[in-house]
């Protein structure tokens, strides 16, 4: 069978974090996802070729509610030949009457994958530890690797190059950032971080970036000033002030965060041809409407190519 091809070094292989791939890895796995949009948006190549997953299953865990994750990984299975299953905080005993050693044994037996979106890491790293199959991290509380693929993928489609550009986060030091810290470092993509004092990302995380972009010749800039961060950029990103199991801190945090509002005068400080990006859903404080409707937004081509990196993905790890 022809048509594209998975990155083979990741076959049977799990997925916890960016730091989880080489850097030659994430760009072959960048490219993967490029060219299976390309084939499926043409539709006289014939998409046959390209179901190499027919006979497969993906079993979706999901702790935590979601859109894009959901909807992306159940439609790219589909369009891949395969079939998903979602599995609710109602659906299964995960961690309650069930221990999640027994669950990842159970679906490993039925399921050629397992995707699962959890609050704890440690709920993650335990199903990959149990599983006989390949694990997805599809969030936790530390890392959000699906995001950073499609959202590398989506600078990647609007420059054309990853390499030397400057991606510039404000706001909240969180799981989402994480992620892109790391693929930025490995990238050689030159990253800046606005966070107020008390919200900056994991030190850990923050040294691992800074020794891969020492490697790769990047930079990274740490500071609570949004104007620093911002002025000559090519991507503006942010996400959401108050994540899911943290509302009862919502009017504090959105307090802590003034000033950090992405709005127009603080795009004008970017570059001319910069962007903006956000992973969804969006809440009016974190980003205005001018800025998020404009034609320097991209949060919507970003969120469709959550399913074309997760194609690309799946495919990488089940077609052997």
Sequence with gaps: MTGVQGVKSLA????????DLSKAELIELLDCSIALK???KDSSSGIEKEQKLIG????MIFQKRSTRTRVSTETGMGLLGGRALFLGPTDIQLGVNES????AKVLSGFNSLLLARVNDHADVEELKAEARVPVINALSDLHHPLQTLADLMTIQERFGKLEGLTFTWVGD???????LMLGAAKLAINLRIATPE???????VTAMTEALAKESGSSVLITADPKEAVTGTHVVATDTWVSMGQEEEA???IKDYEGYQVTDELMSLAADDAIFMHCLPRHKEEVDDAV???ERSVVFPEAENRMWTVMALMQSMLDM
């Design 100 to 103: 999640m050693k027994d669950t």
């Design 173 to 179: 030091g969180n799981n989402v950032l994480h992620d």
């Design 251 to 253: 009017a504090k945090r």
């Design 12 to 19: 049977g292989r799990s997925l916890m974090s960016i730091a």
């Design 292 to 294: 998020f409707y404009s």
């Design 56 to 59: 497969k299953s993906v079993a």
């Design 198 to 204: 008390g919200y900056r990302p994991d030190p850990a």
């Design 38 to 40: 390309k084939a499926f």
